[in-house]
């Protein structure tokens, strides 16, 4: 069965930091990745996903990820992070049979 | 605007009493999905439609069941809650199933289920 990892909780940034969210993911075959994002008092919404080609997507307001298929990886970036950028982050995998998982979810705190 | 509708956001029901959420969707999407979020818990697939074919996820208990009578709505329905049922459960479409590019899901808010 397949699962994804999130590895941070929470995670607290001044603005203007960088940030990385990371994903790992457990499948063997061919899968399609996606970051989620729910602000608050919203519902989930897609903020990249990656299907086929180059293995670095860019997303919505800045975000890019980048697929590393050695590592099971798919790691969420953006150089300069807002105060706008609270909220809960999901990774999530979808295989070809069409199962979706999701990882537990990262909160993001930027102060301003 | 095209969105996917769920009603009610909160619910209170009674243990062991039935409860049915709805979820209706104006993007005539083939898939529509049914999860069940914990607090600080990843949202579980608990089964999906591609148009009428249901699919039902192994470890779904079967308390839970579901009914798409067209492609807008679709129906979740709780037979006999109990106290650990309590979560928000959110309805999501998509166009397709993985495999093809439209696979992307779109959310609705959520409905907030309390067993009491």
């Known amino acids: 069965a397949q699962s994804v990892s999130q590895h941070n909780h929470h995670v607290i940034l001044s603005e203007a930091a960088s940030l990385e969210l990371g994903c790992n993911y457990s499948y063997g075959g061919t899968v399609n990745l996606f970051w989620y994002v729910q602000y608050p008092g919203q519902h989930l919404q897609l903020l990249l996903k990656y299907f086929s080609g180059d293995p670095l997507v860019k997303g919505i307001k800045g975000f890019e990820a980048e697929f590393i298929k050695s590592k099971f990886s798919f790691n969420l970036r953006k150089p300069s992070v807002q105060w706008s950028d609270t909220a809960e982050y999901f990774c999530?995998?979808?295989?070809?049979?069409?199962?979706?998982?999701f990882g537990d979810g990262t909160t993001l705190t930027v102060k301003p | 605007d095209a969105m996917v509708i769920q009603n009610p956001r909160y619910q209170v029901t009674q243990f062991g009493k039935p409860v049915t959420l709805s979820c209706s969707q104006t993007?005539?999407?083939?898939?529509m999905y049914w999860y069940q979020q914990k607090s600080s818990q990843a949202p579980k697939l608990l089964f999906h439609y591609y148009d009428k074919d249901f699919n039902n996820e192994a470890d779904t208990p079967d308390n839970f069941q579901s009914r798409r009578p067209n492609t807008s709505f679709c129906f979740l329905d709780i037979r006999s809650p109990g106290l650990g049922d309590a979560a928000m459960y959110l309805c999501a479409t998509s166009r397709g199933v993985a495999g093809t590019a439209y696979n992307e899901q779109f959310f609705g808010p959520g409905t907030r289920l309390t067993v009491l």
């Open positions: 993007l005539n999407h083939n898939v």
């Open positions: 999530a995998v979808k295989t070809n049979a069409g199962k979706s998982t």
